[in-house]
């Protein structure tokens, strides 16, 4: 399995979000269910822009929802 070399809170962050569902992020950000899924697990690393849109569904800024692993 693949990991990308940074962290992201999306999970606890959707929770925080009124319990956010991932098929709303999803919906909220133009990507499948199964793609948010995959970023709160580690396994696929958001395009710049997707990062971003995530953000602003999530009302976070980008760094508390993606922190770089040293």
């Known amino acids: 399995m693949t ?3 940074f962290t992201n809170a999306i999970r606890k962050l959707r929770f ?3 319990e956010m569902t991932q098929q709303a992020l ?7 269910r199964q793609t948010i899924n ?3 697990a580690g396994r696929y690393g958001p395009s710049l822009e997707l990062a ?7 009302d976070a800024e980008l ?4 922190q770089w692993q040293d």
Do not use: K, Q, S, Y
């Open 3 to 5: 990991t990308t070399p």
């Open 16 to 18: 925080e979000h009124n």
């Open 26 to 32: 999803a919906d909220a950000c133009g990507v499948t």
């Open 38 to 40: 995959a970023l709160e």
């Open 52 to 58: 971003f849109r995530i953000a602003r569904a999530l």
């Open 63 to 66: 760094t508390d929802v993606f």
